[in-house]
């Protein structure tokens, strides 16, 4: 008792007891083996356990500071949030039109795992038909023709594809043939099975191409060619019917029509629609309904071609008909320069947002020409060309012009730039031509840094190139033509740098020349011809400008103002 009142009494001694147990306690723990008594096992305390009351206490406390957080956070008190967060995009659900198309990468399909043979004799038209359709049921795709020579008749493509070339790739268009003994290609031929009806055609060949273009080497021979291959099709509406023949015209080697997101490209690989035999047939009279192009889009749009090259189209090589947003880059077109009939290089036809770039085009016929229709049926159709950009193109016509516009230009034609352009060994450079019963327009055309290398003819703008689909026309259906610019034109060996031919029913208006120099190869004839054409020369202009145009100096001041628009001095003669 008197222990404990001390203990009660003298806080101190009471502070004294509990160290000296402490340290007791500490003594224990460190030495496990303090003598051979009780304390011989080791032996650990748990900690001081926190007193039930406290421990509820923190409890409340930690729910209730979770849930102030939380309140924090997600709510908001009267109008004022006290934290925001911006919201997560809830994701969206494909439309029902689009489920099953591709998001990511596109499926990649080889051709040769469709059964397709690259010998060059094998017809290929199956397999190129299957990868179409299996693109088409993915929503898109893209179809690789590897290294080899792949023959087949026509196929058609679809939306969201690629057709892509290899390098060495050569897709080959079953040729035309009257009695299916045709051969393979006129530079490449096996004599060894000639039958008669062969050796008729290689005459025929011989006759009609120059010796050079004919090595007699080995080559493989195949009897499968006729132009029942390729199918027929209706009349483009915007021509009445067939350009050659009325009624039905043949189909494309390579076809597409209401398509979107087309592209075909490669590794420079090759598309040969080994025209020869329908060049002849045509020149014979032998076939009965128009030739068909090498490669034909109607009514798409987002095209692009870039990186191949197209060579030995039956018809018009490269055909965009009504179609928007077209890119043609780095492309190569060939044809022989003579005997290859019609074989334009690039048609634009009734077409908006067209660029054509850093291509090579040399052709039997028109390197580029613009087109939007043919007469009353091209005015009926109603879709013209515009806002068409053709930039540094290098250009062989022999037969015919460079670049054209026209002759079927009857939905109008406008907004169009040639520049850098390089127009060489040719019949004529740059070209507008027309008609009357064409109608429409040819409007805001720009041609700039043009080079002429060995030209009969520089600048062509004809007003009575009158050929019509038929007697339908009206010939009071006049075009309008105004607002040409030609700046920086300069060349060599040309014969005839300008002739310019408008007409009392179709005058030209608003022309215009700068900064234009261009080497003559006779200075006794005038070379500088006008008829019934209105405009202006700005400063130095060789050669002589014509009489019609009023002349102006560098700063644009006015020199001479010409009274002589309607004056004639067109010359054929040379």
């Not at 870039?306 to 190569?332: A, G, K, R």
Request: hydrophobic letters at 40%.
């Amino acid at each position: 008792m008197a222990m404990e009142a001390a203990a009660v009494s003298s806080p101190r001694a009471t502070a004294a007891a509990v160290a000296a147990a402490a340290a007791g306690a500490a003594a224990i723990v460190s030495s496990p083996r303090r003598g051979s008594g009780a304390f011989q096992h080791h032996r650990r305390w748990p900690p001081a356990a926190v007193a039930p009351p406290y421990r509820a206490c923190l409890v409340v406390v930690w729910v209730l500071g979770f849930a102030l957080v939380f309140l924090w956070q997600s709510t908001s008190v009267g109008n004022v949030r006290l934290y925001t967060r911006p919201p997560m995009p809830l994701p969206k659900r494909p439309a029902a039109a689009s489920m099953g198309q591709w998001v990511a990468s596109p499926p990649v399909y080889d051709l040769r795992e469709f059964g397709g043979v690259g010998d060059g004799r094998t017809v290929n038209t199956a397999a190129f038909e299957a990868v179409v359709a299996a693109i088409a049921e993915r929503g898109g795709g893209r179809l690789t023709v590897p290294s080899g020579r792949w023959l087949t008749a026509p196929f058609n493509l679809t939306s969201r594809m690629t057709l892509f070339l290899a390098s060495g790739a050569e897709i080959l268009g079953i040729q035309a043939s009257a009695n299916e003994c045709d051969f393979d290609d006129v530079r490449s031929y096996n004599l060894k099975p000639l039958m008669l009806c062969d050796a008729i055609w290689f005459i025929l060949l011989w006759c009609t191409y120059l010796p050079t273009e004919l090595t007699l080497a080995t080559s493989s021979y195949t009897y499968i060619k006729d132009e029942r291959y390729w199918p027929l099709m209706s009349p483009l509406p915007s021509y009445g019917y067939g350009r050659e023949h009325k009624g039905p015209r043949y189909g494309s080697l390579i076809h597409g029509q209401d398509l979107k997101d087309v592209t075909i490209t490669g590794h420079n690989g090759t598309i040969n629609g080994q025209g020869q035999s329908w060049w002849i047939k045509f020149r014979m009279k032998l076939l009965n309904h128009t030739r068909g192009p090498l490669v034909q889009l109607m009514r798409s749009s987002n095209i692009v071609i870039s990186n191949i090259t197209l060579q030995n189209s039956p018809f018009w090589t490269l055909h965009t008909y009504d179609c928007m947003n077209v890119t043609i880059s780095e492309t190569t077109i060939l044809a022989p320069t003579t005997g290859a009939p019609n074989t334009d290089g690039i048609d634009p036809d009734s077409c908006q947002n067209v660029v054509i770039k850093n291509c090579y085009i040399s052709v039997g016929d028109d390197g580029i020409a613009i087109k939007s229709g043919w007469d009353q049926y091209g005015i009926a159709y109603g879709r013209p060309s515009a806002n068409i950009t053709i930039q540094n193109v290098v250009i062989r016509s022999m037969v015919s012009a460079g670049v054209s516009i026209g002759s079927e230009m009857s939905g109008g034609v406008s907004n169009i730039l040639v520049e850098n352009v390089h127009i060489w060994d040719s019949r004529r450079g740059v070209r507008i031509k027309t008609a009357p019963g064409r109608g429409a327009y040819v409007s805001n055309i720009v041609y700039r840094n043009i080079t002429f290398d060995k030209l009969r003819v520089g600048i062509v703008i004809k007003t009575d190139y009158n050929e019509h689909p038929d007697e339908g026309f009206d010939p009071k259906a006049v075009p309008t033509i105004e607002n040409i610019s030609y700046t920086s034109i300069h060349g060599q060996g040309v014969r005839v740098p300008v002739r310019i031919q408008g007409s009392a029913e179709i005058p030209v208006k608003n022309v215009t020349f700068h900064d234009m120099s261009v080497g003559i190869v006779d200075k006794k004839y005038h070379v500088f011809q006008c008829s019934f054409v209105q405009g202006q020369v700005i400063g130095s202009v060789f050669p002589m400008p014509c009489k019609n145009l009023d002349l102006y100096n560098e700063r644009r001041e006015l020199v001479k103002q010409s009274t002589l628009q309607n004056i004639s001095d067109i010359d054929y003669s040379f």
